[in-house]
């Protein structure tokens, strides 16, 4: 019996079809490509309305190229509205996070492959057991949200926030790094709040991780994102090296009035403030944020000043996002909608500023040593992967060639054709 997992979003998500695939796994599938698949489980994302509608586009085409597998929405979407994704060219099921746990109860008796009366439950609420499918793992440690940010569907999603025990997030951790893993995306939907629920926190967390794992260490750890009044959790794993030199801190509006209009918890300075003490503490640090464009109510003069700001703070790169409305969120209902060339053109000028920021990064960082991670897996020209600590997607250049999976050190070089990733040589 054959399986295929098609993941969309975040990190989460990831880690959560992770989850998934050592689950079906264990039942007696065999995992790969749509294509001839028995059954398909698309994770689906909802974070903007443009994720929806892809998630619909991805169902039909999926539908279209395998007309006899079994189709099973999970993820965001499935949870907020099963009912878009049940059709006949769309998805046979639309399940939510704890039907996906449970997913073979849910199949057809014909794909339920060792005829399994008690099938094992994959507790994708955390991930449990790493899927050597990808050089890096994202070991989910944290789930939900009560920050309710006034444009974030995500609250309604996931729900409240929970934790992963730090003892079993420990044994986990444990489990992947035994398999060989060299790096681990702790990840979570909001995961700076990590442990408020169980009397704890990421910080003491990190410790705990520290002392068990002595330098020097054989792997790296990174987080996937964390709000900037969040990151002093990070400072000492940051400073001890137990984490990738990279953060990344969602701004969403450089415009004090849109950022209160949102419910962020931090004003423009605050977030100036945090992201200058950061580099002065770390120098070369990867620095990224997301970016909110098109707010309702965002003057020209409130994007002039997320512009300016980006613009000014040593980031490395930024991800952009024109705003839209979720139902059920308290922005839906705000009035002064952005009309959608106005956002269009905001998103161009960023994205247009992102490329030059990330350019001016790469400079800085071609006379610098990095711990390069060589992944499993070939670019289309079938060069490795290799990706550093400071987030840089490069290519091996040399002529000989790396092992997978390593962790080396390593310079970059300006790519010799204009659009390739940096190269990666030995150090
Ligand atoms: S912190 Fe805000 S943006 Fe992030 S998941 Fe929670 S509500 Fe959404």
Redesign the pocket.
């Known amino acids: 019996m054959r399986a295929a997992i098609v993941t969309m979003g975040c990190k989460v998500n990831q880690a959560e079809s992770a989850a998934l695939f050592a689950g079906l796994s264990k039942a007696g599938y065999d995992i790969g490509d749509p294509v001839g698949a028995d059954l398909i489980v698309l994770n689906t994302c909802s974070v903007t309305s443009k994720a929806d509608k892809e998630a619909l586009t991805l169902l039909r085409r999926l539908r279209r190229a395998n007309p006899g597998a079994y189709l099973v929405a999970s993820g965001c979407l499935a949870q907020l509205s099963p009912e878009k994704l049940v059709a006949p060219n769309l998805a046979d099921l639309a399940l939510d996070a704890k039907g996906r746990d449970h997913i073979l109860d849910y199949l057809p008796k014909r794909l339920n492959p060792q005829k399994l009366t008690h099938p094992p439950t994959f507790d994708s609420s955390f991930s449990a057991v790493p899927a050597p499918y990808k050089t890096r793992v994202f070991l989910k440690i944290q789930d939900g949200?009560a920050?309710?940010?006034s444009y974030?569907v995500?609250?309604l999603a996931r729900g409240p926030e929970r934790s992963l025990e730090p003892q079993v997030a420990l044994s986990q951790l444990k489990a992947i790094l035994s398999a060989g893993v060299r790096e681990v995306v702790l990840t979570g939907?909001?995961l700076g709040r990590y442990g408020q629920d169980l009397g704890t926190d990421l910080r003491r967390f990190l410790a705990l991780i520290a002392t068990e794992f002595k330098a020097p260490r054989n792997f790296r750890l990174r987080l996937s994102s964390l709000?900037p009044n969040e990151i002093f959790w990070a400072s000492e794993a940051l400073e001890s090296g137990l984490l990738a030199p990279h953060i990344h801190a969602?701004l969403q509006s450089g415009s004090d009035r849109i950022l209160k209009k949102m419910g962020r918890p931090y004003l423009r300075d605050d977030y100036r403030r945090i992201i200058l003490d950061l580099a002065q503490k770390f120098g070369p640090l990867a620095l990224g944020c997301d970016v909110l464009v098109g707010f309702p109510g965002e003057s020209h003069k409130d994007f002039q000043q997320t512009y300016l700001l980006l613009e000014e703070l040593p980031l490395s790169y930024f991800h952009v996002f024109p705003y839209s409305p979720r139902p059920g969120t308290k922005a839906a209902e705000f009035p002064e909608r952005i009309p959608d060339p106005v956002k269009k053109e905001r998103v161009k000028a960023l994205k247009d500023l992102d490329k030059v920021k990330r350019a001016a990064f790469l400079t800085t960082q071609y006379p610098l040593k990095h711990l390069g991670l060589v992944e499993n897996t070939l670019d289309p020209k079938g060069r490795f992967r290799v990706l550093t600590g400071s987030y840089i997607r490069a290519v091996w250049g040399a002529p000989a060639k790396p092992v997978p999976n390593t962790l080396i050190a390593v310079r970059l070089k300006e790519p010799k054709t204009v659009g390739d990733p940096p190269e990666a040589y030995p150090w």
């Open positions: 949200c920050a309710y940010c974030c995500v609250p939907i909001h709000e969602p």
